[in-house]
């Protein structure tokens, strides 16, 4: 069992058991609510930006120095993936951008999340909120993608874009 590790139901604060479910353990409340933790993979948004011809990668003021990756974020309640993918370029880079593709649906178990990965070409003048600190633009014959997370879509992106 990898899930998130809750103690109490938060449907009505009673305590929880790991019980078998449809063949996996799962967290049940002990009480007749009737609550499970079914652990369903959060969808996250991705956006390979591609800026004045060029991969914009991005480092998130909490990572390390020299940690860059895609442009992410949590849909919002009555977002497509679409609207949620071009709503953070907007407000994580303050560019506006338009979707040139649909890259792919992408499992990233370590987080328990589907990455839903889009290239989207924008414009405009980089203004980086408070989540970023500094970004980095590489020609796609450059960029080296990483393993895990988002770094298996851009790979794939690339793969299209170079050959």
Known sequence: ?????IK????CGGGVVSEHLDGQLRLQCVYACGFVNWD????VVAAIVEYDGQVLLAR????REGMF?????F???GETPEESVLREVNEELGLNGEIAEFVGNYAFHRANQLLIV????ATGTICLNEELVEYKLQNKADV???DMGTGPALKDWLSSQLN
């Open 60 to 63: 998130n003021a909490q990572w």
């Open 144 to 146: 080296i993608p990483w």
């Open 8 to 11: 109490f139901c938060p449907q």
């Open 118 to 121: 889009f290239h989207v070409i």
């Open 69 to 73: 990756a895609l442009i992410t974020g």
């Open 75 to 77: 849909l919002e309640r």
């Open 1 to 5: 069992m990898n899930q998130h590790v």
């Open 40 to 43: 369903n993979p959060t969808p």
